[in-house]
């Protein structure tokens, strides 16, 4: 399996297990991820029981950057992006191994200033759209893509926000933001019901006693209340309230 992952993540076998600029994603359904890496211009697709990699396919010869994956579990179409200034969009199906649309966005992603301008994915599977959070000298900002890999929207746009994530339960994009702790302000959780901006709610998150770090990553479950972490603490938070319900 090493073997396999290398090839994978590396594009070559002939090195020790390296996970640098690895992207996976899971397919709960049909128990698969969905791998790939910084020097390789493929995805794999893994069958997490066995361990073994089923098959590959290439979303084209350039690729050869880390990417970003985000997986529709109801149309079963994986999203790539490449993460590098020249960026670009890929709707494809792992199933058949095809790609169904492929653009270059480098022009609406714009310069970073950094080679990773593409901070984090998710996909909204009811209206299959892909929202993208690019950080780059003007701020940050979330663009909306719809199936024909069409730009047609960007929301919160200045708002600090550090990590997506897709609530299906609730139907709503999840955005947590990450100000520096030195301006004195506190986390966020920004709710947006079908990914409308106009909808939104917030909620500001109380740090656990000690805590230095603002949250780097967050999951949720079907109840609303979040489950973060930051350096040496993992705590659930009510999503209501923002308050710690454990630590």
């Not at 950094?114 to 996909?123: E, N, T």
């Amino acid at each position: 399996w090493d073997f396999e992952l290398n090839e994978l993540v590396l594009g070559s076998s002939a090195n020790d297990n390296v996970l640098k600029g690895m992207s996976v994603v899971t397919d709960d359904a049909m128990n698969l991820a969905y791998v790939t890496g910084i020097m390789t211009d493929v995805v794999g697709v893994v069958d997490l029981a066995t361990r073994a990699l089923l098959r590959t396919y290439a979303l084209s010869n350039t690729t050869q950057s880390t990417k970003k994956l985000a997986f529709d579990d109801l149309s079963r179409q994986l999203w790539c992006v490449s993460n590098k200034t020249d960026c670009t969009l890929w709707l494809t199906d792992p199933d058949s191994g095809t790609v169904l649309g492929e653009r270059d966005i480098s022009s609406e992603i714009g310069s970073s200033g950094g080679s990773y301008p593409i901070q984090s994915v998710v996909v909204d599977p009811l209206r299959q759209r892909f929202y993208a959070l690019s950080n780059n000298f003007a701020g940050s900002r979330v663009l909306v893509y719809d199936s024909t890999l069409t730009l047609i929207d960007q929301i919160l746009d200045g708002i600090t926000v550090w990590t997506l994530r897709w609530d299906e339960s609730n139907d709503a994009l999840l955005a947590l933001t990450a100000p520096k702790l030195s301006s004195g302000v506190l986390p966020q959780m920004h709710r947006l019901p079908a990914g409308d901006e106009s909808s939104m709610t917030s909620v500001t998150l109380t740090l656990p006693a000690g805590a230095i770090l603002n949250p780097s990553l967050f999951t949720h479950n079907a109840s609303g209340d979040l489950f973060l972490a930051s350096g040496k603490f993992v705590w659930k938070a009510s999503g209501v309230t923002g308050n710690p319900i454990w630590v």
